[in-house]
Nanobody, 123 residues
Framework: HVQLVESGGGLVQPGGSLRLSCAAS????????MAWFRQDPEKEREGIAS???????TYADSVKGRFTISKDTAKDSLYLQMNSLKPEDTASYYC??????????????????WGQGTQVTVS
């Protein structure tokens, strides 16, 4: 059973930056696709960034050029560096692990494991 624990959310002004972290069970990042999703209560869940086991990355158009996904396999950690934040980035952000390569590169479910989420508010 893979455990994922997000951290790093908070309140930030427009134009500011935040870095989200996701602590994963050992060896998860070596073998699994990892991704970040977000969801606002009034919107559908959105896949925003993914990183495959070989390091290939994909971004949603809404965050491309502003967000960067990365991983540190030695620390079993996934990161999302978010720059130039906008009010529309306000959402709960979730870390996910384990998808087919096709779904990984499309940043779409199903993913086998999910974290509990961390709130990001841009205001």
């Amino acid at each position: 059973h893979v455990q994922l624990v997000e951290s790093g959310g908070g309140l930030v002004q427009p134009g500011g930056s935040l870095r989200l972290s996701c602590a994963a069970s050992p060896y998860t990042l070596i073998s699994s696709c990892m991704a970040w999703f977000r969801q606002d209560p009034e919107k559908e869940r959105e896949g925003i960034a993914s990183i495959a086991s070989d390091g290939s990355t994909t971004y949603a158009d809404s965050v491309k050029g502003r967000f960067t996904i990365s991983k540190d396999t030695a620390k079993d950690s996934l990161y999302l560096q978010m720059n130039s934040l906008k009010p529309e980035d306000t959402a709960s952000y979730y870390c996910a692990a384990g998808a087919s390569r096709r779904d990984c590169l499309s940043i779409r479910p199903p993913f086998r494991s999910w974290g509990q989420g961390t709130q990001v508010t841009v205001s």
